[in-house]
């Protein structure tokens, strides 16, 4: 039985890379029902299509549809005419964005910092919004707003990523400056977590988490630590169970949480993003384990058949967070049972165990490769100016070897 895997890109070329190589590599897969699976990938790529035609797709990972509406449709009509799995569901993403995602987490109880939603500084350029908000929108002070929330605060985009257009604001003039420069832009304020202990960022995909320290202030290809527990198994668990928590939720299965930690409380900042850091020069030592999580859950996903969630089912969670009898502990125990119900955990482990054995060692094989060397040179040089390439070359490779170190056994 054969299966099509799509990559619909933006303009990465070195993750699309190491994908298609696994699955070039992975071979035969023997599935519950007994029969032989073949995987292969293809790039989609984007051109007319009738909504009656059928894909030949089994499984798409979108990296472009947030923001580019053709293919965005594509899928739309590929997952509800069709039942093609799409890592990720491109209805939440459009609906939900930053600004829903904030709303469901606090309904269910998450520390989630207090956010103001304020008003468009300059309404969009149309005759009726100019006019509706001429009518309807209430004066405000924004000092007082902020004031509120207590300074330093941010101000960012509801809608928006890659930290494109947040500032931080410590006082009335930097407030005032930031909300001028928003123009047409929809902003949050929200509080500041400070003398946070851990800045963490959760890269999860299907039922595979890891949990690494970042450290935003510094270079992207810094910002990762190879560190290893640098949080205690109580609060690890819990990012765990956040980062599971808000993919089930949504049913984003290829996404990233950023969370605070402050006196071992969790604070999650942002967890809405349809197109998760998986660049080699950003994760580097984490880049091998994303692309064995991401092979196995697509296997995983097209192998057994898994059908796609569109329906939210948010009452089990809701039903959760508003149980008397369970307290903040109570309740995270209840959403990881569900999030793990959702992502299928057990039935994903026992596949990899009896399927896919082999495929951690074929990502360190070919890590070890002269292939994955001329990717990382590649990257290296299709990144950084010519006069970087030497020392950003060795300073990957170093971080390769110490993965290989620590991961391959002599």
């Known amino acids: 039985m054969d299966h099509l895997i799509g990559l619909l890109l933006g303009t990465e070329q070195d993750w699309p890379r190491a994908f298609e190589t696994l699955i070039g590599r992975i071979g035969p897969i023997r599935g519950r029902d007994g029969a032989s699976h073949h995987l292969r990938t293809a790039r989609v790529s984007i051109e007319p299509f009738n909504l009656r035609d059928k894909p030949s797709h089994d499984l798409v990972i979108d990296r472009l549809a947030y923001w580019y509406y053709h293919p965005r449709e594509w899928l739309k009509k590929v997952a509800l005419m069709d039942d093609v799995y799409l890592l990720n569901s491109p209805f939440t993403f459009q609906s939900m964005e930053k600004h829903a995602a904030y709303c469901a987490m606090m309904r269910l109880g998450l520390h989630v910092p207090e956010t103001v939603l304020v008003p468009y ?11 509706t908000a001429e009518r309807y929108n209430q004066p405000f002070d924004l000092d007082a707003v902020a004031e509120d929330i207590g300074y330093p605060l ?33 902003m949050h304020l929200q509080q500041s977590i400070e003398g946070y202990e851990v800045f963490t960022r959760s890269l999860t995909i299907g039922p595979e988490t890891m949990v690494m320290k970042f450290r935003p202030e510094l270079p992207m290809h810094e910002r990762y630590a ?5 949080l205690d198994a109580a609060v690890g668990d819990e990012v765990v169970t956040i980062s599971r928590l808000v993919n089930a939720f949504f049913r984003w299965e290829f996404n990233s949480c950023e969370s605070l930690v402050r006196d071992g409380v969790v604070h999650p900042i942002d967890y809405a993003n349809a197109c998760p850091d998986v660049a080699l020069t950003s994760l580097h030592y984490y880049f091998p384990w994303a692309m064995t999580a991401l092979v196995r859950w697509s296997a995983f996903c097209v192998v057994t058949g898994r059908r796609p969630g569109l329906d939210l089912d948010t009452a089990r969670y809701f039903a959760v967070a508003d149980d008397p009898a369970l307290d903040y502990r109570g309740k995270l125990a209840a959403y990881r049972r569900i999030a793990d119900d959702y992502l299928a955990v057990d039935d994903y482990r026992e596949f990899c165990d009896t399927a896919l054995p082999h495929v951690p060692s074929l990502v360190a094989e070919w890590v070890c490769s002269q292939d994955f060397d001329d990717l990382l040179v590649s990257t290296v040089r299709a990144t950084y100016p010519p006069h970087e390439h030497e020392r950003f070359i060795a300073h990957f490779r170093g971080l390769i070897d110490l993965w290989k170190r620590e991961t391959i056994s002599p």
Request: hydrophobic share 35%; aromatic share 14%; charged share 25%.
């Open 121 to 131: 500084k300059n309404p969009v350029d149309h005759a009726k919004w100019a006019y």
């Open 154 to 186: 941010f101000m960012k985009p509801y809608d928006g990523g890659a930290w494109v257009g947040v500032s931080r604001i410590t006082d009335s003039t930097a407030l005032h400056t930031a909300y001028d420069q928003s123009g047409e832009r929809l």
């Open 226 to 230: 190879v560190e290893h527990d640098f």
